[in-house]
T-cell receptor, first 115, second 111 residues
């Protein structure tokens, strides 16, 4: 199983709503990531979890709250979002390694629209 | 600051060879990766270089020169399905996903 599964695929939410994005992988990877990608732009790193601990928070607004319940699951809790937060949210995982191929596996993303 | 530069667009014909260059200036460097992304899809890994030289994976090859802060992706025997965006990405430690991505190169393959 070399998949990263994200749910939901599409999400429309109002600015006062609370919702969560979910990500799951069963490759035994110990690093998981959230990225935000706007149209025609590269993915932008938001959060990094390494061995279930938040190691990087790239100055993301507090209306985005990550959670890593266990080594296979990653959530992104959303609250009081703004229309400019509409984007594709990508989850990825990788195995920390000092040798060999250095690659991330990406999920198909959640396309979020904030209205 | 950190920056990666790659051409915004490249056009080529089926069967041709195309090279997409990437130059980088980053505060840390562990390796250079290349990802392909079709419209509406997720980035998929193509190739990775940590050391100078050429890595070959089927029709795709990638090259790195650490001294020049430069790499390229070489796509051979182009097919229509290769039309996509291609991103170079610099990783800064053992976590591959802790990466800074270039702005991407849109490759259009014509018949």
């Amino acid at each position: 199983d070399t998949e990263v599964t994200q749910t939901p695929k599409h999400l429309v939410m109002g600015m006062t709503n609370k919702k969560s994005l979910k990500c799951e992988q069963h490759m035994g990877h110990r690093a998981m990531y959230w990225y935000k990608q706007k149209a025609k732009k590269p993915p932008e790193l938001m959060f990094v979890y390494s061995y279930e601990k938040l190691s990087i928070n790239e100055s993301v607004p507090s209306r985005f709250s990550p959670e890593c319940p266990n080594s296979s699951l990653l959530n992104l809790h959303l609250h009081a979002l703004q229309p400019e937060d509409s984007a594709l949210y990508l989850c990825a995982s990788s195995q920390p390694t000092t040798r060999g191929r250095h690659r991330s596996f990406f999920g198909q993303g959640t396309r979020l629209t904030v209205v | 600051g950190q920056s990666l530069e790659q051409p915004s667009e490249v056009t080529a014909v089926e069967g041709a060879i195309v090279q997409i260059n990437c130059t980088y200036q980053t505060s840390g460097f562990y390796g250079l990766s290349w990802y392909q992304q079709h419209d509406g899809g997720a980035p998929t890994f193509l190739s990775y270089n940590a050391l100078d030289g050429l890595e070959e994976t089927g029709r795709f090859s990638s090259f790195l020169s650490r001294s020049d802060s430069y790499g390229y992706l070489l796509l051979q025997e182009l097919q229509m399905k290769d039309s996509a965006s291609y991103f170079c990405a610099v990783s800064k430690n053992t976590n591959a996903g802790k990466s800074t991505f270039g702005d991407g190169t849109t490759l259009t393959v014509k018949p």
